[in-house]
């Protein structure tokens, strides 16, 4: 198991070093927190403002008070399975941000890019333990959707885009489209779900869901969400998803 910094915010390219590996970390140690990320930067050169540098763990940025688990998975079959934990590293400080490049492009790598496909909708998932069980697929006859698991995910959903901080890392993604693999699970739409999934029982106007997505401020156009909650049947997370995805490939053509 290693513990990978990875440099976002940045432009990407074939010979951008933007991971680095935290040297020498004691593998005995089962939590890591946010003064023994600074004592590493630190060593690396990074010794001002190192406040105003955001690092992320499954989309949350890492605070004072708080350690954050590193998890060994253990396989059905008793055996242990170690998982690298990714770190993302951002900031808005020019000055700061020229130094981590500095610093990327000296300790560190360029990482390899990975396909990664996802074919089934996982809802209310643990992202900091992975279970080997989730990567199997849902057989079709088995995938219900109904009133109550709209409204339950449409609650999950608002709740995740209220968060700055996932806003944040959305406008991240959109600048370097690449760099957030962790994302792809969210951003993709897939071949999960098709329309015969959905029950025939809810508003064709879906007011109430338009509303809810319009607060979120994320500056998409009144037409493409009414016309995408119809696809969806009012599903917000399926509707999010697939315009992001959409807006995704438009803005790479």
Known sequence: MSIIYKLVGIKSGDN???EIIHKDW??????INIQDVY???STLGCT????EIKFIINSETMKDEKSYSIFHSMDTDGKSHEYNLIIHVFTINEELKNK????????????????????VIQTNVNP??????????I?????????ETIIN?????????????????IRIYYENSDVFKTFASYISTGNAVDASHFSNTRDVRFDDEFQEIKSLNLNIDDEIIQNTLKRFNGHINLTLRYILTTRSIESND
């Open 16 to 18: 951008v070093k933007n």
């Open 26 to 31: 004691d593998v005995q140690k089962n939590e």
């Open 39 to 41: 004592s590493l930067f």
């Open 48 to 51: 001002e403002n190192i406040n």
């Open 100 to 119: 981590l490049i500095t610093i990327f492009d000296t300790h560190g790598y360029v990482a390899k890019k990975e396909v990664i496909q996802t074919n």
């Open 128 to 137: 900091k333990r992975p279970n080997i069980e989730l990567s199997k697929p």
């Open 139 to 147: 057989p079709e006859d088995e995938i219900k959707i109904n009133e």
């Open 153 to 169: 995910s449409n609650k999950e959903t608002i709740s995740l885009f209220s968060n700055k901080d996932f806003q944040t890392l």
